[in-house]
């Protein structure tokens, strides 16, 4: 049956590990409004989505989007009720081990042949330290995903390895960002529609390209601490980019 109760063995997995994968977790059925919504956001990502991946050398209005980006929430509020959103802030919070709420989500699609890698990074790297140890991600794929079409890589245990130093990527006009684990630790987690894999905000985590013939499409869900009021304290690499007036802009530092 969809929808498990996390048992204190998982708990104590994502402790050790800083991830873990939970199969035949959602019921298929439960994403079909989902996924039309994102059909709308992929229809229309000119204007409802950025390109993660925006090259330097392109016009913003010439974007391949080779890295949709967007937040389906954001323009379909009623997805905060969806059932699957319900179990994965419950599930989290028993992994975290206190209470957990929604933050926000990610509508990431990679297009067919030319969808861009993701790099090797950490959520609170984004994040900053006001989220040092409090926030968990819900990764969850539309259809089946592998290392051909882009899934989830974890470096295992490397929670606890601290917050590694982060840059921009060469060539990349968004504001993405990248850091360099330990590779040798790397743990790929194809899986199959129905699963999700759950990290910690310090796992360093990427996708690979989409080499297939379809787009990869997925679902992230971020979950905080319950009382903890978003992101700041940043850290000197970060930066944001609005993809919709060019504009970058350096948050206050701490």
């Known amino acids: 049956m969809p929808y498990p109760t996390a048992t204190e063995e998982d708990v104590r ?38 390109d993660w991946a925006w090259e330097k050398d392109k016009p913003k209005e010439q974007r391949e989007f080779k890295l949709v980006q967007a937040s389906p929430t954001r323009s379909f509020p009623e997805l905060n009720d969806a059932r699957f959103r319900v179990w994965a802030r419950g599930f989290a919070s028993a992994l975290m081990r206190r209470d957990m709420e929604f933050w926000y989500d990610q509508f990431l699609a990679k297009p067919p042949q030319k969808g861009a890698r993701t790099y090797w990074h950490q959520d609170e790297g984004y994040w900053g330290r006001d989220l040092f140890d409090k926030g968990i991600t819900c990764w969850m794929p539309f259809h089946d995903v592998d290392v051909a079409n882009g899934c989830m890589h974890f470096i ?25 684990p330990d590779e040798s630790r790397c743990v790929p987690r194809p899986m199959r529609l129905g699963g999700v894999t759950f990290h910690h905000s310090k796992t360093p985590h990427m996708t690979t390209p989409n080499v297939t013939d379809q787009w990869r499409k997925i679902l992230t869900q971020h979950f905080r601490e319950v009382g903890v009021p978003g992101e700041g304290g940043h850290y000197p690499w970060k930066v944001y980019v609005n993809q919709f007036t060019g504009e970058t802009i350096v948050p206050e530092r701490s």
Request: hydrophobic share 40%; charged share 35%; glycine share 8%.
């Open 156 to 180: 295992d245990g490397g929670h606890l390895d601290g917050i590694l130093e982060h840059r921009r990527p060469e060539g990349v006009a968004s504001d993405l960002l990248l850091c360099e």
């Open 13 to 50: 997995f994502f402790e050790a590990h800083g991830w873990i994968q939970v199969d035949d977790a959602i019921d298929p059925a439960d994403l079909e409004e989902l996924m039309a919504d994102c059909e709308e956001i992929l229809e229309n990502k000119e204007t409802m989505a950025y």
